[in-house]
Nanobody, 118 residues
Framework: QVQLVESGGGLVQAGGSLRLSCAASGRTFSISQMGWFRQAPGKEREFVIRITWCGDSIFYADAAKGRFTIAKDNAKNAVTLQMNSLKAEDTGVYYC???????????WGQGIRVTVSS
């Protein structure tokens, strides 16, 4: 099992920046990739961005391109999500996720709230 703990959410004005972190523990050797998803009020959870555990590939949702970046902190077994030029529609609960050898996201953090005021 992999345990994930997110941190760094909060309230920010539109146009501002926010950084989220996700620390992984447990069977981290089994992780193939990590990613971030989000769920806006009244909407389904959606993919935002993901990175391979070795850090050599990053995949973006269209909404994240040009504004969000993800990075791997090998020393801390963590990933960070840097969000710039935030918009009101970025508001939601952000979830960190980890995938195992089957590349399917099966471990999830508790979620962290991001609110962008317009």
């Amino acid at each position: 099992q992999v345990q994930l703990v997110e941190s760094g959410g909060g309230l920010v004005q539109a146009g501002g920046s926010l950084r989220l972190s996700c620390a992984a523990s447990g069977r981290t050797f089994s992780i193939s990739q990590m990613g971030w998803f989000r769920q806006a009020p009244g909407k389904e959870r959606e993919f935002v961005i993901r990175i391979t555990w070795c850090g050599d590939s990053i995949f973006y949702a269209d909404a994240a391109k040009g504004r969000f970046t993800i990075a791997k902190d090998n020393a801390k077994n963590a990933v960070t999500l840097q969000m710039n030029s935030l918009k009101a529609e970025d508001t939601g609960v952000y979830y960190c996720a980890a995938a195992g050898s089957d590349w399917a996201f099966s471990s999830w953090g508790q979620g962290i709230r991001v609110t962008v005021s317009s």
